[in-house]
């Protein structure tokens, strides 16, 4: 069994950013969404360089895909540091990445900060992914609960990133067991912050991918989503037995099927001259025009390697991947329907090993009161309501006034020396 994947790729501004800062791309073997922070430009400059390197991630047969993760994220790192070492207007820029890949056997994902990887499954939703967030440590040491960590104000604090930080951390690693006839969504946090799980799952039934993709970015709309929201919908699929093939003589195979690229890596950045000569220093294999920044990447499928900017100029802020549709699952779950108690079910698309070594994590599954989706306990509501703060800023608490008594002591103070003197002549 050879997996790929269909997809869908779609990003907004949102309500308030006039740039955007997140980045994605979507292949048959390889899925990355980046989510930039940094002031000025730096974001944006963060997500594209980012995206950049993970396209070129190897996804031939047999090619070990934990490493060649870790490898990029490496390589990433260093870049975003010769850089912002360059121009200071680039320093602490920083990205946050999730990445899924499959080497045509299985399926592995890896990410750093707070975007999210989701996994659906017979109509249950599971986050595959643990936020990097301070307000998630708290929850999975007991000091926090997740109705109150929606409020917190130090909500959006991440506790790793992709960033300038040369000795920074790598990206954490899950072997998951996603299957052909699973759909696979990435996304920022313009979209997890705002949306309830009820809700992100319940669209992402919809059967169309890309319906789908565009439901999910309204929906975040609506509620007023601060941030940029960018969504990849993915459905994982057996390259031998394609169901869209096999119903549509016209559709192309899947891994015929060309990258998408959307964000700032379609856009374009803003570089420095000091800054594109620090980059290409570090990545001379590696050409990146400011202008086009996935020109010339090449992502590769089974030992062959497409160009990424084949798509780039095609797709927009409203992002779509112009791939043919086959069946998905149409059936919506009832409303009153009884939540599920086991955590361990067989459905879980994450591996029982992957489950151990992230014991501590709150919410591999996303449960619903009202939609019926696989529970698990403590799921994580670590993000907050919508229209609370920037999601890219940690609001810092104003330094507190001097208290009124203190004022009125020193001025006391002052006035009995004056007497004095005046008294003692």
């Known amino acids: 069994m050879a997996v790929s994947f269909r997809y869908a790729v779609h990003t907004d501004l949102g309500t308030v950013r006039t740039n955007n800062e997140d980045s994605a791309l979507a292949s048959p073997r390889l899925l990355v969404l980046a989510d930039g922070m940094g002031g000025h430009a730096a974001g944006e400059v963060a997500s594209a360089v980012a995206l950049r390197v993970f396209a070129e991630v190897d996804q031939s047969s047999g090619t070990e895909l934990a490493s060649e993760f870790l490898r990029a994220g490496r390589l990433a790192r260093r870049a975003l540091f010769a850089m912002s070492d360059a121009d200071p207007l680039l320093e602490s820029m920083g990205t946050t990445l999730v990445a899924v890949g499959s080497d045509g056997d299985r399926v592995s994902v890896g990410h750093i900060g707070d975007s999210r990887v989701y996994a659906l499954r017979d109509s249950a939703l599971y986050q595959v992914t643990t936020d990097h967030t301070h307000v998630q440590r708290l929850i999975d040491s007991g000091e926090l609960t997740p109705e109150r960590a929606r409020t917190h104000p130090y909500r959006s604090m991440l506790l790793k990133s992709l960033d300038d930080q040369p000795a920074g951390p790598d990206l954490d690693i899950i072997d998951a067991q996603i299957e052909p006839g699973d759909r696979v969504l990435l996304c920022s946090d313009g979209l997890s912050d705002y949306l309830d799980p009820e809700v992100i799952g319940a669209t992402l039934m919809t059967p169309d991918r890309e319906e789908a993709a565009a439901e999910l970015i309204q929906a975040a709309l609506a509620v007023g989503t601060r941030d940029n929201v960018t969504v990849v919908v993915a459905d994982v699929v057996d390259e031998d037995s394609d169901p869209a093939s096999a119903t549509d003589a016209s559709a192309q195979p899947v891994l015929a099927a060309a990258p998408v690229v959307v964000g700032a890596a379609e856009d374009g950045v803003s570089l420095s001259a000091e800054a594109a000569a620090a980059l290409r220093g570090c990545l001379p294999e590696m ?41 998905a699952p149409s059936s919506t779950p009832s409303a009153d329907r009884a939540q599920s108690a086991d955590p361990t079910s067989s459905a879980d698309p994450t591996s029982s090993t992957d489950r151990a070594q992230s014991a501590d994590r709150a919410g591999s599954e996303v449960s ?25 800023t940690v609001p810092v608490p104003d330094a507190p006034s001097k208290p009124l008594p203190a004022v009125l002591a020193a001025a006391a103070v002052v006035l009995l020396a004056v007497l004095l003197f005046l008294v003692l002549g």
Do not use: H, I, K, Y
């Open 368 to 392: 619903s009161s009202t939609a019926g989706w696989l529970t698990a306990a403590g799921w994580s509501a670590a993000n907050g309501e919508a229209g609370a703060t920037d999601p890219d």
């Open 287 to 327: 050409p990146f025009d400011s202008t086009a920044p996935m020109a010339g990447a090449r992502v590769s499928t089974l030992g062959a390697s497409t160009p990424a900017n084949e798509n780039q100029g095609q797709t927009s802020q409203r992002g779509a991947s112009e791939q043919t549709e086959e069946a």
